[in-house]
């Protein structure tokens, strides 16, 4: 499992979400429900928390 790091992109609030497969397939960003907005929303994707996670390019925004 890598521990992937998310920002949702309507209220902003960032989370880790397991998941066993490289997310970043999908691009740079994925849509998640968002606990925060209590809806399913674009979440960006931010990078990994682990050692091993495969390479993230991602442009932050801040
Ligand atoms: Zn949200």
Known sequence: ????????MTCGEERIFEAGF???IFGSKIY???KK???NR???????VDDT????KVD???
Do not use: F, R, S
């Open 53 to 56: 996670c495969p390479t993230v």
């Open 37 to 39: 907005c209590k809806a």
């Open 22 to 24: 490289n997310l970043t």
């Open 1 to 8: 499992m890598t521990k992937w790091i998310l920002k949702c």
């Open 42 to 48: 674009d979440q960006l994707i931010m990078g990994c």
């Open 32 to 34: 998640l429900y968002c």
């Open 60 to 62: 932050v925004i801040d």
